[in-house]
């Protein structure tokens, strides 16, 4: 007895033609859209970091001692010893004998904000220090890709790239009627190898965030698009569930916004790296069962 369409994709999806399709369109995209992803990710990632190398690398903390720190005309005197050949500019005293000093210096036009330690007459160093710069540059890489308005746009493209990406991937997940729960556990008796479960593990389960991070990036990117859509579909302002309050609730997750302190920090960080592991997986799943098989290399 022959099946129809729906019940080919229904009971044995793989011998359908639209699957046999989007599993194309899912790997070439995921080989041509994988280094960007990998990019945006791994930046994102860095951003979540920020507030974390704020406090391992801004010298700024101090070991309070039984001297007296310096105050008015004595503290002034010797930040003009210490920082000779520049100008001492906005300076903001500590009311935390644990912080140090904050003094932003002025030379030629430039500007150099540094940390001073009011106990010992020291300099501390730059409030920003080259891991404080890297992660801020790695930082602006996510949000724009140092392209500005351009770059913004160029992600915003990206995210309706990456959401129409999740979308096939969810299609491709599903493995019939009689298999689909394979596709949401990794069990040593399975018949896919483990690299196979282990993508289609996290696809299934991460699928939340890709799409609060497809949605909101291309609303980011494109929200003039975005606000024509919401008033175009959301005709009644006042209705209880509103579209915009989704968006904004999309937004909270891209950003990270739930919950404080840092196991929350921590558990936001890895899920960032659900997509490079989804790329990785799939890369090599892609690696094993066609580059290596054409070449005769894969048994």
């Not at 500019?89 to 912080?99: A, F, H």
């Not at 990785?280 to 005769?296: A, D, M």
Request: glycine share 10%.
């Amino acid at each position: 007895m022959s099946m129809n369409g729906w019940q080919r994709w229904v009971q044995a999806p793989q011998t359908h033609g639209f699957r046999k399709l989007l599993f194309q369109v899912h790997l070439w995209m995921g080989i041509g859209f994988g280094l960007y992803v990998l990019t945006i990710s791994l930046s994102g990632s860095a951003l979540l970091l920020e507030s974390p190398f704020y406090d391992w690398f801004e010298p700024k903390n101090i070991e309070p001692t039984d001297a007296k720190p310096l105050e008015g005309d004595a503290l002034t005197a010797r930040m003009k010893t210490v920082y000779a050949g520049y100008e001492l500019g906005w300076t903001e005293l500590s009311t935390d004998p644990t912080r140090a000093t904050y003094i932003v210096l002025n030379k030629n036009g430039e500007y150099f904000p540094h940390y001073f330690n009011q106990y010992t007459g020291e300099d501390m160093g730059p409030s920003d220090p080259w891991p404080i710069k890297a992660i801020d540059w790695v930082g602006d890489v996510h949000e724009d890709l140092m392209l500005g308005r351009t770059g913004k746009k160029i992600n915003g493209v990206g995210g309706l790239l990456f959401l129409l990406m999740s979308l096939s991937g969810v299609l491709i997940w599903w493995q019939g009627r009689a298999r689909w729960v394979e596709g949401l556990q990794i069990k040593r008796s399975s018949q896919r190898v483990f690299i196979w479960q282990l993508h289609s593990f996290i696809g299934f389960w991460s699928l939340f965030f890709m799409f609060c991070w497809g949605i909101s990036g291309f609303q980011i990117g494109f929200p003039e698009y975005i606000n024509v859509a919401v008033d175009w579909l959301d005709t009644n302002p006042d209705d209880f569930i509103q579209l915009d309050q989704w968006l904004r609730f999309f937004r909270s997750v891209h950003f990270s916004r739930f919950g404080e302190g840092p196991w929350i920090r921590w558990g936001w960080i890895l899920i960032s790296f659900i997509p490079p592991l989804l790329l990785i997986s799939g890369f090599i799943l892609w690696w094993k069962r066609v580059v290596l098989k054409q070449k005769g290399l894969l048994l």
